[in-house]
């Protein structure tokens, strides 16, 4: 394995399986992780840049799990106004002794400073619009959790795809499993990228879409994401595109709902569908920690 | 006992002189509180929906002398717009491996909360204006260590009763006690509440409330809750209502002064007194790691 | 030694001496710092009335490499609008348990907080445009590993001389060692406390100050401190004022560069030069986290 997680392209298949494996060797058999004191010597830091609570809070209490420091490191915005101020900035905290950094970010900057900085390890926290490799390893565990595979599955990804990093790095991963079928759909407002593109099968009625899907997986609409112009209609929008139980049940019997979160309540989810058995969306929670453990000890080994 | 502590009301007499007794064996002897390894599998969360200093520092350190984890999670007050978004908040910070919040919040949200997710603990910081448990406790040990009981005493409470939940919660707490007068005194515009009220012994005048006093409680003028439509001249409030050393001359020889903090330094309280040994205003807040180092311990086990 | 480290004067010649030696002793042999439990029960806080990341983080991470716990408290500046309310929650935080304040300040407080609060130890980490003893020590250091001494040099200074506490703390802590050759140089409107003062040596032209130096030390033009008034040409500082790798050729042939940081990137000090071999910078970084450990070490036994 590479010394940095940027992209989840970068782990082979084999590197998958084994992370999710790993994970699972971290849960306490009581819906939470253990606590082990693996990593006592090791600093990590978080530096996100953009607005975060529950992948930062994920980050840093897998940190702890694992016994390492843990740097909570805030930058505005304003720092980023030139590329060399955030690398110095990195640069010199890591000179102070922080073995890794977490890094979120709007712009796509990871690549670049962990070229500039070979002795120093990153690991991605969501990255642009591309890259959100943890996020995409707790979306396979919670599959393999509940389906067993991560093959010969029907996935139907709903919502605003445009700006979601969470979808693309899903697709990119997904792609290491075979005879799977991914289903695009949600309003073509949101989905521009993903219509008349020969790489995707978008379906734009999302009844159409959910037919005997296995995973139904909605994504949030990142309003602070979406330009003024592209006005969505909100009534109209939970009328054609909210995953609610009666929609649901045109998936197979056993089909599960997952959404990265947070959820746009009773917009892009209703509320009984969330809190029904089918919503394995609380056990994303619970496996975002799992596979951090998972990640943090491998690239700090 | 319950799992959560939200009012003191959920106390018995005999839980609060327990957890009393508890506090007073954390003392390190050196006007500290000693340092004990005992919960290093538990992680605390500290929400905080208004600012607080000494509330959120003080459970910060007793979380930490009892070798807790603890996580600070700031949320903004314009997340708490829709009561099902501090729900999920907290649900999904609880799936991460949260074993206890403490929260404080300008809105009564504890019970809800608490009703809806049975499997976590909460500790009440400081809710609206009814409800401080851990200050009740605190300014109750205080009275302990100086009078020996809590029976038998002629309290005064003084200021801006009616935003005071510090003062509610002990009026609460105190009548678990017996044989105790309770005199509740202060600017008229600032008692309304407790004036002409069947439940409450009001007393306009300060100087023939304090008449024998045991214990002088002052409270802080809570500016940024008052509406500006009530308008206090200071001059006048400080010539009739501060507590000063002439006026604590006219309550007991041995009495005690008191207050939450922080203080309005010579408004409420003048100076002098403040730092005189009449003042226990800085034991309270040794006692506050003390107490909350008793309530951590007893609601975590 | 004293009970607080405020100022470098506080130290005498053979105390800086020692605390250079303890401090080399917490390197790891591998470009960072050793991690001891020596402190496990001793709480320090960080009170930082001015933005810091370097000297905070490193405050911080010094004194997690020695096992203690730490509290980063946050004061926006209102709260020291009244010398009084610095004081009281200052003092308020000690009573919970705090044993060291790690304060940085634009107004000089420190001296007076110490005097009152005599059972509390305080650390400087940079105060007004005077003090920065702990920054001090990193540059000793720094030219100890260099130049084997801190004897027999010449020492050039340039930049925002007026604004900066780094190179009063530097002068006054210089001053303990025999037969070295301070020259004081940069932009006259950013020196005027220095230019025709007999206590200093100040010369207009860098390049001739430069000639023969042993260290080259330059300092940040701080903006944010600069009156509106003083307007710099930029282009003129940079063709007058920025050391880069042609006129550090005036200097020894073994110079080294230091820098406090940031470093404005290109206009105090070229990015070639800060890149290059003669550069100390990077290892100043490393090496503050070394000294704060030994001063952590030493006010705290």
Redesign the interface.
């Known amino acids: 394995m590479n010394k940095n997680l940027i992209n989840i392209s970068e782990l082979s298949k084999n590197d998958i399986d084994e992370l999710i494996a790993f994970a699972e060797q971290f849960f306490d058999g009581d819906?939470?992780?253990k606590?082990e004191n693996i990593f006592?010597?090791k600093?990590i830091a978080n530096v996100f840049f953009e607005p975060s609570?529950?992948t930062k809070?994920?980050f840093?209490?897998a940190a702890?799990?694992l016994g390492c420091?843990t740097?909570n490191?805030d930058i505005k915005n304003s720092s980023m106004k030139k590329g060399?101020?955030v690398f110095?900035?990195i640069?010199?905290?890591s000179?102070?002794?922080?073995d890794m950094f977490i890094i979120r970010s709007s712009e796509p900057i990871l690549a670049e400073l962990a070229n500039m900085m070979p002795g120093v390890k990153f690991i991605n926290a969501g990255e642009g619009t591309e890259s959100h490799p943890t996020q995409t390893l707790t979306d396979f565990l919670t599959i393999k959790q509940t389906k067993d595979t991560l093959n010969n599955l029907k996935i139907v990804i709903v919502g605003d795809l445009d700006h979601s990093r969470v979808a693309r790095s899903f697709l990119n991963g997904i792609s290491n499993y075979e005879e799977n079928e991914i289903v695009l759909t949600g309003h073509p407002d949101l989905c521009s990228n993903f219509i008349n593109n020969d790489k995707y099968h978008y379906v734009e009625n999302l009844d159409d879409a959910l037919k005997d899907a296995d995973i139904v997986m909605a994504l949030r609409i990142q309003h602070e994401r979406i330009q003024s112009s592209t006005e969505i209609d909100i009534d109209e929008y939970k009328a054609l595109y909210q995953v609610n139980s009666e929609r649901m049940e045109l998936a197979k019997g056993d089909a599960i709902l997952m959404h990265p979160?947070?959820?746009n309540?009773d917009i892009e989810v209703s509320?009984s569908l969330y809190h029904s058995d089918k919503s394995v969306i609380?056990d994303q929670?619970?496996n975002?920690?799992a596979i951090r453990m998972a990640v943090l000890s491998r690239f700090l080994s």
Not at 95 to 98: D, P, R
């Open positions: 819906g939470g992780c606590r006592p010597d600093t609570t529950r809070l994920s840093e209490i702890k799990n420091q740097i490191f060399e101020s110095e900035t640069d010199t905290v000179l102070m002794g922080v979160g947070p959820v309540m509320e609380r929670v619970s975002g920690v």
